[in-house]
């Protein structure tokens, strides 16, 4: 009974620690320790050791997730909600999610194998809050229309307005507010020019702007919420190849 038990503390402190250790020093090498300790969980159940609940309940691998699930509640109350993921930023990424009304956030390229310990359960906050709740505060909640019904709208009730294309901004003048743009898109070769740019803008019902601008091989369309005057989407074509980003 003894050596069960003292088996039962070595498993118990081996299992807590290195989990520990590998969040904050080796996630890298994540996969084995944890099995180690899924192994070690395990035999504190079959042996009915007390024990198994100070595991779940004090392991990096519990306590992390729980408290990420935590932090995306507390973010979508205060209106500060992303939806986390990993790798390189492409053009669109920044767009407003169209189901969640959140935005997107990556860690970056580098991938240790942890994240879904990590945004996952930020993840499930903000679309469990968002489903039960609604979208959070102050984010855009009208109509967000697909690049397809922007284009339809801009060609039936668009209308050219004057605009300045500079280094990397598209400015706009629209009924006594002034947008700023950003025109960098998916390939760097890829920029609105300033002499043989054209542009149309329309607005819908109050809560929705769109610019359209073209030039000989790109077209950008940006959406902008015509309440707080942010760019909240954007979609790209490359005329030349006939893609959409």
Known sequence: MKSTETISRILFW????????????????????????????ASLW??????????????????????????????YTHGKAFLRTVGLPAFGFENLNKEYRVHTSSSGCLVTGIEPFINYP?????????KLFGYQKGVYGGF???????????????????????????????ENSEY????????????????????????RKNELIIVSTASDSLKIVYLIDSKTGKNFAKYAVDVEEISVY
């Open 122 to 130: 930020n993840n499930v906050a903000v679309k469990v809050c968002t």
């Open 144 to 174: 967000y229309p697909s690049f397809e019904e922007s284009n339809d709208l801009i060609n039936k009730h668009g209308r050219e307005f004057p605009f300045v294309v500079k280094n990397d901004t598209l400015e706009v003048t629209h």
């Open 46 to 75: 079959i042996h009915k050791s007390r024990l198994k609940w100070w595991l779940i309940g004090l392991s990096a691998w519990t306590v992390l997730p729980f408290l990420s699930f935590c932090f995306g509640v507390n973010d």
């Open 180 to 203: 700023k743009l950003w025109v960098f898109t998916f390939n760097r070769n890829h920029k609105l020019n300033r002499f043989n740019t054209k542009a149309k803008i329309v607005s």
């Open 14 to 41: 081996s299992a807590l620690i290195t989990s520990w250790v590998v969040f904050s020093v080796f996630p890298f090498f994540w996969f084995i320790p944890f099995a180690f300790w899924v192994i070690s969980l």
